[in-house]
């Protein structure tokens, strides 16, 4: 089983537990739980839910999580051996562990004699026996056991004789999976793959090798891969690298490196499409703005800048890419910035679908585009805004309202806070003048924009705001400085499109995204295929 | 050379032409100025800073570059081999990086039969003429040449011997290296090493071999570093990892694993514990959010979250650092947050300078902040606000000012703006009302509060914003989302302090962050050192 290369490799998820101590992570319950189905749905072998014996927040998640049917994966409660010198069944932690009632746990010991002797202050003898006697204490309880050697990777390099030693106890207590933990992240991807072959060779093809790395050297994915090819069969890692200091390994990066690049199985057949969708719920639940850059997953990973690139791609699609971006269930972008040439322009207008953009035209889109970004704005992530500013540049372009004047007013009065919003604008020909409050200034002006546009859009019900970011730029100017505002729309269904607004006021800037966004999706559905000329 | 490790290794930085192609990323002249400046002191052997040939922005920085003197870097010019069928001196492109004036030259050319048929359209025999004489070309007119095999492990994998071909025309035009690019990014570590071999193998001693990698497979650090261990001489990559889709190697790890892992000199004696204000410096100027988790050099890297960790590093520095964090810059962090223990709260409290901070009184910080928490209030980020909580629950602590109300108005009539505050407060015992006007309405509010406190505390002339952030929680209740606001400040000085506000109200939140901002400048020289007591 450890030389002979296998060909499904265990992807075991630990985004509940490890990717909580991420700085910024602050998981509900119910957080959990959303996450957990969604790993479930995506097909991973074990979910590590949580620590039931350290806070009462982890265990409740079990106490869920049992009511539930899970399909593709085992929910693990994680924890430690036992304390030094008490029996397992006596250790409250232990016991915790039993009571979460799942059919896997997870428990770690220490590897390494520093950790021994200078922070669990024990004796060597005393770890192994706490190793053991922990791990059968669980298998008499019916648990299946996945043992995490903690700084197993520090502990082998000083003292390889004590490290096997540990792991040995956790086999022979009856652990199903040694894992190797690289807990301080400090080694390096053929480092990995050594050490995994010596704990191989040492136990011999019966005995299952893990790993557990951490990406303090910038190396978590690769050594993962590394391990893998070496003969590992089980690997340890959360969505977007979540973890504490610099991450665990990025399962995003890991499984589609597994399944693409090692020709190795680590989800149910078809399910690596749905990669790019967890990684993205995965950050939304998180409330983390995620990576763009992300390897496979990230949403400039196949974005093209470059006007040569993007001319080599209109000529040969694998030029720039070494994948195809649909295997994980992202795509193919061009890139339009104030570098941009004709080509990316063209091929965004053709990505659009606005068609007939003649090279008139074309000159006219990247001057102004040059000119609305020296101001704040950027396109590269506002598709929505860049079809409104083509089309506004057409001939005949007629817009549904126009913004006469606006006034806004926030106030508090001791505890008392208001905000309101009046507006004025042209819709039809005819003026609406329209007030509204809100809990903030920005919804207010929100709510007075809906209003005024009910009576002649009332599809406007259906649009939604999904996102609102806020980007200071110029920071060195503190309040002064230039805003920029994203907004992120969905109508309900599968639609989604995304302005933006810029200028010194946040207001102003706000403003200028909402009333793209409006017009967009109220003037999108009929005017999509149709041609544009100048 | 090649097989014998040698003890210093290029590092060829190119954040500023790849770098510029991220996503998100535009850079002025003077951006590229400051950042190549930066570069220099950190002490790069080569700063590669753009494209002369492809865009008059790049060419305007190689002229205001020529001006400048510099003391560790050579400024480096990119183009591409001569079209097919031209001379290398009827070609504009080769002739504008000959005009850059740059003592260094860096040329791209095919390595690649598809490439070469598909891309380029031309024939073999001719690709390898353009690499020999274009190359050749450059050494005549006193360059030293550093040539990049663009796609050079697809086109080995697919021909070997074409590939080599390609090398063999550059070398004998006479490049000083030739480096190997990964241009899409496709291959793992050990791939890497074993083409790097077979490189070197062919060449022979004499020949310096270069690598160019990207991080689609998030291996970028990993494979450049196998690389390296394999008799690679010369890296190129970026700061923060900037760069085209998932970006290019990132220098800020590949530089530590070098001199701190590989044990190889890559920098300056002594200037390794720079890079950690490189990274930041760079970010600023590029204005992209810093990635908390960078290896080595992010925030985060060295944070300490998991009450666990905080006990057993309270016992032993290294339990859970691989490195002392000082070799970078960069500093260990105690992280606060609701699922903190007490140690983390006392450690925290010792960080800033709270000594004395008794059981019950770090009971009752432990609860207001798991209170806040869920406000939408951070204080991961926010130490001064932290520090503010902290006094405010000790006996005794008399605040400098208090608000009473305030009133924001924002307005727009055609193309006039307006923004205005007015603000009551009441400072030692007496009120004060006061109005300001701004560019914005935060602008304003920040206005109006400096114009009230001035005539009590002048000193609040020193006190800047350095940035402002805006984060909005629970975005998927669009604009009626909890928005949180994050200011950094700083005294022109080396004292930096931050603080958070946080609310639906975007400028109640705002407020909140200011005025925390402005009493614990005010307060804390006094204070610091002061035993606080509950």
């Known amino acids: 089983m450890s030389n002979a290369q296998p060909s499904h490799i265990e992807i075991f998820d630990t985004t509940l537990r490890d990717g909580g101590q991420t700085e910024g992570i602050s998981y509900s319950v119910d957080d959990k739980l959303r996450i957990a189905r969604k790993l479930d749905e995506l097909g991973v072998a074990f979910i590590e839910g949580g620590w039931p014996g350290s806070n009462p927040k982890d265990a409740l998640f079990f106490e869920q999580a049992r009511k539930e049917k899970w399909t593709h994966a085992k929910i693990v409660a994680f924890g430690a051996t036992r304390r030094a010198k008490f029996k397992p069944e006596e250790d409250p932690s232990v016991r915790a562990l039993v009571d979460a009632g799942t059919e896997v746990c997870c428990i770690f010991g220490k590897s390494s004699v520093l950790q021994v002797e200078e922070v669990l202050r024990t004796t060597l003898e005393e770890n192994l026996r706490m190793i053991e006697e922990t791990v059968a204490y669980l298998r008499s309880q019916g648990k299946r056991v996945i043992y995490d050697g903690e700084h197993f990777f520090d502990g082998f390099d000083r003292n390889p004789d004590y490290a096997l030693k540990c792991l040995g106890a956790a086999h022979k207590g009856g652990a199903e999976t040694l894992v190797l933990c690289d807990t301080n992240g400090g080694h390096l991807p053929w480092e990995v793959a050594a050490t995994v072959q010596a704990v191989q060779k040492h136990f011999g093809p019966g005995v299952r090798v893990g790993i557990h790395l951490h990406d303090d050297t910038g190396c978590g994915v690769a050594s993962s891969v590394a391990a893998i090819h070496a003969g590992a069969v089980h690997v340890q890692g959360t969505i977007n690298g979540y973890g504490e200091r610099c991450g665990n390994a990025n399962l995003c990066v890991v499984i589609p490196n597994i399944e693409l690049k090692l020709k190795l199985r680590a989800l149910p057949a078809g399910h690596l499409a749905r990669l790019h969708e967890v990684a993205a719920f995965v950050a939304e639940v998180a409330n983390l703005a995620p990576a763009n850059q992300m390897a496979y997953v990230g949403y400039s990973a196949f ?36 570098l941009s040439g004709r080509s990316n322009i063209v091929e965004k207008a053709t990505e659009l679908g606005l068609t007939g953009l003649d090279d008139k035209l074309g000159a006219k889109v990247v001057e102004l585009i040059k000119a609305k970004e020296h101001e704040g704005f950027s396109y590269e992530a506002a598709e929505a805004s860049v079809a409104l500013l083509v089309r506004r540049l057409t001939t005949g372009y007629q817009p549904l309202f126009t913004l006469l004047d606006y006034r806004g007013m926030v106030s508090r009065h001791g505890d008392r806070q208001a905000a309101e919003a009046t507006i004025k604008l042209t819709v039809q020909g005819r003026e609406v003048h329209m007030v509204a409050e809100g809990n903030g200034p920005v919804n207010a002006f929100d709510t007075a924009l809906r209003k005024a546009l009910h009576p002649f859009f009332p599809q406007v019900d259906q649009i939604q705001l999904a996102d609102y970011k806020v980007r200071i730029l110029n920071s060195n100017s503190g309040t002064g400085a230039i805003t920029r505002v994203l907004i992120d729309w969905h109508d309900g269904s599968e639609r989604r499109w995304s302005t933006v607004g810029a200028g010194t006021n946040i207001l102003d800037a706000t403003w200028l995204a909402l009333a793209d966004g409006y017009e967009y999706a109220l003037t999108e559905a009929a005017a999509h295929k149709k041609e544009v000329s100048a």
Chains 1, 2 share one sequence.
Do not use: C, F, T, W
């Open 303 to 338: 974005a093209h800048k470059a006007g040569v690139h993007v001319s080599a791609m209109q000529r040969h699609p694998d030029a720039y890419q070494h994948i195809d971006p649909k295997l994980v269930g992202n795509e193919m972008r061009v890139v339009v910035s104030e």
